[in-house]
């Protein structure tokens, strides 16, 4: 069972996404910024990642970049985020994400994003 750690400030954000991932059969845990994030990570791997940008304390840029600066298990992460600018993508895969999707994600697509990042196929 792949888990997954979803990664916003927003309680009704994380409760649409792990709700999406949960209804697939997908484990997830939730964080409320990357702090948050960093310290659950450290206790237990995940798979993936699905990541706001805008969260007090740490966002999701610091985040990614400081995943993937340490030596743990670097697994997938997909950034999701109101912001819609190409430069806010560059940003986003410049710390280390893999995929981009703009807030409200679809459904399908966040599926179908996570199944592709986890080796999965799209049913």
Do not use: C
Not at 6 to 35: K, P, S, W
């Amino acid at each position: 069972m792949s888990r997954i750690l979803v990664i916003d400030d927003a309680a009704t954000v994380r409760l649409y996404h792990r709700t999406t991932l949960e209804d697939a059969g997908y484990t997830v845990e939730e964080a409320m910024n990357g702090l948050e994030a960093i310290e659950k990570l450290l206790l237990s791997p995940f798979d993936l990642y699905v990541v706001d940008v805008n969260m007090p304390k740490m966002d999701g840029y610091s985040f990614l970049r400081q995943l993937r600066g340490m030596d743990v298990h670097q697994a997938p992460a997909i950034m999701v985020s109101t912001e819609s600018e190409a430069q806010d993508q560059t940003l986003a895969y410049q710390a280390g994400a893999n995929l981009y999707l703009r807030k409200p994600a679809d459904p399908e697509t966040l599926l179908s994003y996570v199944a592709m990042l986890l080796g999965r196929t799209v049913s």
